[in-house]
């Protein structure tokens, strides 16, 4: 299974970080654990392949171990098809044409600027995501796509509609079919326990944040991205700070009052936010935690993928750039609505099994493949508290931080004794002073990569714009010949004979 790591495994924070085991954000962990949890039937091994698959190219000794210990390839995705990903989702390509056995998609979607799916801002990596479908189409019954934003823009690339089973996200599939968000809520006061999402450069949000966070001291900011994680951590400020009251620096009230968190595993994440009477934020794996753990949440769409699931699955949302940026927290929880989501959760649910059935997976909600035992060993296993800020109290001390930044820069994952080893060599990124140059690289080419694409859609929209304005010009200018036409004959029609004429027509001499 594509995954930084199984739900088993316990990675500390700071290696999580030096290997980036949570590839990129802690809500990865929470979707392919998900499909962990549905595909561990007895008698079934799943392996977590640690993202081996598209963090570099495939060696042919990947291929053949992966086709010859192996059944089936499981490739929980989430917003896959934008032009970031456009190298990773090559190599994935490259690694699974050289499979001889199935291949699952669970849940990949687009991921375009403003709320709606404008596909001209994809044309840039078409040519990357025509190849990957076309590859696991040749391996599978159907993909499993996220909503019907990527069904149609897949449409447009030519996929046939039997081929793209729209499943949306396998997050909210963790606790089965019966899952319910409460009809009753809390009445908001200023000691209410809220919890929040943020995701950095989402227009109007670290304003709204920064206002609920004063109206309500114990609001708390749960952070899921890997920067925020070394800021909480070893208390690393941006380069940059565009807005200083987004809570991404040290100076920012919320990480000098204690008031950040980040958790590793997605189980005592859950336990968290069931503790909240009500969560509301711009990320939609945070917005879930909250649903899974039987929390009023809302969604603040702001993009695309977000708009997407929301609609598919029926959450509670609203547009953020319809909210007021003085809105209150308690307003929010007046918007939320559970209606369309309890109704459509069943339903739902129904066709993601569906799905995994036509691709032949088995999985623990059919009669005799139920598996207990997941959520036995989840409860045994203990999992890293939430990572707090360098203001926290103790036990939350600095000092076994500083002892591992002692000890492991350069960090060495094939000596420290912390470090996180996946079930087969793999290159994971380390906090060498070269990994660090590669990575800089690496995410400096995915912004001119934006950017090239940025400008593409900007080329587009003049085109498109110069078209209409041409095909205007030369519908006036047709008008123009016709009005110059009718005014000859007005004209001709309406011109006084002279004498002269008037006499010959008398006379006969007319020709």
Same mark, same amino acid.
């Given at each position: 299974?594509?995954?930084?790591?199984?739900?088993f495994?316990?990675?500390?924070?700071?290696?999580?970080?030096? $290997?980036?085991?949570l590839?990129?954000?802690?809500?990865?962990?929470?979707?392919s654990?998900?499909?962990?949890?549905?595909?561990l039937?007895p008698?079934?091994?799943?392996v977590s392949?640690?993202?081996?698959?598209?963090?570099?190219a495939?060696?042919?000794?990947?291929?053949?171990?992966?086709?010859?210990r192996?059944d089936?390839?499981?490739?929980?995705?989430?917003?896959?098809?934008?032009?970031?990903?456009?190298?990773r989702?090559?190599n994935?390509?490259?690694?699974i044409?050289?499979?001889e056995?199935?291949?699952?998609?669970?849940?990949?979607?687009i991921q375009v600027?403003?709320?709606?799916?404008?596909?001209?801002?994809l044309?840039y990596?078409?040519?990357?995501?025509?190849?990957?479908v076309?590859?696991?189409?040749?391996?599978?019954?159907?993909i499993g796509?996220r909503?019907?934003?990527?069904?149609?823009?897949l449409?447009?690339? #030519?996929f046939p509609?039997?081929?793209?089973?729209?499943?949306g996200?396998?997050?909210?599939?963790?606790? #089965?079919?019966?899952?319910t968000?409460?009809?009753?809520? %809390?009445?908001?006061d200023?000691?209410?326990p809220?919890?929040v999402?943020?995701?950095?450069?989402?227009?109007?949000?670290?304003?709204i944040?920064?206002?609920?966070?004063?109206?309500?001291?114990?609001?708390?900011?749960?952070a899921?991205?890997?920067?925020t994680?070394?800021?909480?951590?070893? #208390?690393?400020?941006?380069?940059?700070?565009?807005?200083?009251?987004?809570?991404?620096?040290?100076?920012h009230?919320l990480?000098?009052?204690d008031?950040m968190?980040?958790f590793?595993?997605?189980?005592?994440?859950?336990?968290?936010?069931?503790r909240?009477?009500?969560? *509301? #934020?711009?990320?939609?794996?945070?917005?879930?935690?909250a649903i899974?753990?039987g929390?009023?949440?809302?969604?603040?769409?702001?993009?695309?993928?977000?708009?997407?699931?929301?609609e598919?699955?029926?959450?509670?949302?609203?547009?953020?750039?319809?909210?007021?940026?003085d809105?209150?927290?308690?307003?929010?929880?007046?918007?939320?609505d559970?209606t369309?989501f309890?109704?459509?959760?069943?339903?739902?649910?129904?066709?993601?099994?569906? *799905?995994l059935?036509?691709?032949?997976l088995?999985h623990?909600?059919?009669?005799?493949?139920?598996?207990?035992?997941?959520?036995?060993?989840?409860?045994?296993?203990?999992?890293p508290? %939430?990572?707090?800020?360098?203001c926290a109290?103790?036990?939350?001390s600095v000092?076994?931080?500083?002892?591992?930044?002692?000890?492991?820069?350069?960090?060495? $994952?094939?000596?420290?004794?912390?470090?996180?080893?996946?079930?087969?060599?793999h290159p994971?990124?380390s906090?060498?002073?070269?990994?660090?140059?590669?990575?800089?690289?690496?995410?400096?080419?995915?912004?001119?990569d934006?950017?090239?694409?940025? $400008?593409r859609?900007?080329?587009?929209?003049?085109?498109k714009?110069?078209?209409? $304005?041409?095909?205007?010009?030369s519908r006036?200018?047709?008008?123009?010949?016709?009005?110059?036409?009718?005014?000859?004959k007005q004209?001709?029609?309406?011109?006084?004979?002279?004498?002269k004429?008037?006499v010959?027509?008398?006379?006969?001499?007319?020709?």
């Amino acid at each position: 299974m594509r995954s930084g790591k199984d739900p088993f495994t316990v990675v500390s924070p700071e290696t999580t970080v030096a $290997q980036d085991v949570l590839h990129g954000n802690v809500g990865n962990h929470l979707y392919s654990h998900a499909v962990h949890k549905t595909l561990l039937v007895p008698g079934t091994e799943i392996v977590s392949n640690a993202t081996l698959s598209e963090t570099r190219a495939a060696t042919a000794d990947d291929v053949a171990r992966t086709n010859e210990r192996f059944d089936a390839f499981v490739v929980p995705l989430a917003n896959a098809f934008r032009p970031g990903f456009r190298r990773r989702l090559r190599n994935l390509t490259d690694f699974i044409r050289e499979l001889e056995i199935p291949v699952v998609v669970v849940g990949v979607g687009i991921q375009v600027d403003g709320l709606h799916d404008d596909e001209t801002q994809l044309d840039y990596i078409a040519p990357e995501v025509t190849d990957f479908v076309s590859a696991v189409l040749d391996r599978s019954a159907s993909i499993g796509v996220r909503g019907e934003m990527t069904k149609r823009y897949l449409s447009r690339l #030519g996929f046939p509609s039997s081929a793209v089973s729209v499943i949306g996200c396998p997050s909210l599939f963790l606790q #089965g079919r019966d899952l319910t968000l409460p009809t009753e809520t %809390a009445t908001l006061d200023r000691d209410s326990p809220i919890t929040v999402s943020f995701t950095p450069g989402v227009e109007k949000i670290a304003e709204i944040l920064e206002r609920q966070a004063t109206r309500y001291p114990r609001l708390t900011y749960i952070a899921q991205d890997r920067r925020t994680l070394e800021l909480l951590l070893w #208390g690393e400020n941006p380069r940059e700070l565009k807005d200083p009251r987004a809570p991404v620096h040290t100076a920012h009230p919320l990480y000098q009052q204690d008031r950040m968190r980040i958790f590793l595993d997605p189980w005592p994440w859950l336990d968290f936010v069931s503790r909240s009477d009500f969560a *509301f #934020g711009t990320r939609f794996h945070g917005c879930v935690a909250a649903i899974l753990a039987g929390t009023p949440a809302l969604l603040l769409a702001h993009d695309s993928r977000t708009v997407e699931l929301a609609e598919y699955h029926g959450m509670p949302h609203r547009a953020v750039n319809e909210v007021a940026v003085d809105v209150d927290a308690a307003e929010l929880l007046e918007m939320y609505d559970p209606t369309e989501f309890n109704g459509l959760h069943g339903p739902r649910f129904d066709t993601y099994l569906d *799905f995994l059935q036509v691709n032949g997976l088995a999985h623990i909600h059919q009669p005799g493949n139920e598996n207990p035992e997941f959520d036995a060993k989840v409860a045994r296993t203990s999992y890293p508290d %939430a990572v707090r800020t360098l203001c926290a109290p103790p036990p939350d001390s600095v000092a076994s931080r500083l002892r591992w930044l002692r000890d492991s820069r350069p960090f060495d $994952q094939t000596q420290h004794e912390h470090a996180y080893h996946p079930p087969f060599p793999h290159p994971a990124p380390s906090r060498t002073p070269d990994a660090e140059a590669w990575a800089a690289l690496d995410s400096r080419l995915d912004t001119l990569d934006r950017m090239v694409a940025e $400008q593409r859609t900007v080329i587009n929209k003049q085109r498109k714009r110069l078209d209409r $304005q041409q095909l205007a010009l030369s519908r006036q200018h047709q008008q123009v010949v016709v009005l110059r036409e009718q005014l000859a004959k007005q004209i001709a029609q309406s011109r006084r004979p002279t004498l002269k004429e008037r006499v010959a027509k008398v006379l006969g001499l007319t020709r």
